[in-house]
């Protein structure tokens, strides 16, 4: 596959969904490959202990450190099927052989932001390996210990509080796997779209032309395409200036017609 995409979670059906739609295309397609280890099947007390009370106290519990050495040493040892899977293993295309370390990716309200040029990045690489915490969050020392073994990526999905990593986890397999060639159906798709070169993107119609009373906007039944695609580049520029004025102040190739559209 193009991309192998391992998932650590104690909730493992949460990551369910992803089977589904697109994801689950490209993976009966065999360019991606897809697997979800639940992390208490790494560990060997009678009851699956995977939390312990933090050090120094303080409220919650925090995750153990060993059960996610464990789940990660299978992982790294091809227990994610990738490698296994594989019809002939061709060299040079596992992550071990040729030495770049898979990708560790552990949601976290601490992380760097997660943006589309972060899938665009994510989305060129072999192995990515997501690390769900939930609680208050895993033990430092495996963070520290993974450092060795991954190039470690704590990643946030925005500013705003959720209870786990796997909705996080979901987020960033849709938006990186999106962008693999071939996964999503129609590739000019995703040349204009929101966040692709900055703008937010403009308002889209279907049949019928009139729509209790509402008309579909002259321009774009006038098959003037040049026109269209100014109409268009108009709208873009407006929206993102009311929406997102924070993105138009990154752009600077604005030429005299956009910065028309801004009066
Ligand atoms: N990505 C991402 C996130 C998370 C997130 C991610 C992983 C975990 C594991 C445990 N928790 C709960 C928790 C822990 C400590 N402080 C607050 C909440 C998580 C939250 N919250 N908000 C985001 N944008």
Known sequence: ????????????????GLQLSLIGKAVDRGQLSLNVHDLRDFTFD???TVDDSPYGGGAGMVMKAEPWALALEHILGGGSGAEEGDSLPSAGTDDAAVGSKPTL???????????????????????????CGRYEGIDQRVIDWAGEHFELLPMSIGDYVLNGGEVASMVMI???????PGVIGN?????????????????????PANWRGREVPEILLSGNHAAIARWRRDRRLERTAEV?????????????DDRAALE
């Open 1 to 16: 596959p193009q991309m192998s995409i391992d998932v650590v979670s104690i909730f493992p059906e949460y990551l369910a």
């Open 46 to 48: 009678r009851h699956n």
């Open 105 to 131: 990716i552990v949601p976290s309200p601490a992380g760097q932001v997660f943006d589309q040029r972060i899938a665009e990045d994510l989305a060129g690489r072999d192995h990515l390996v997501f690390a």
């Open 174 to 180: 849709e938006a990186v796997s999106r962008l693999i």
């Open 187 to 207: 590739p000019e798709s995703l040349t204009e779209e929101s966040h692709e070169d900055g703008l937010l993107e403009y308002p889209i119609y279907t049949k």
């Open 244 to 256: 997102r004025p924070d993105l138009l102040e990154k752009l600077d190739d604005l030429s005299k």
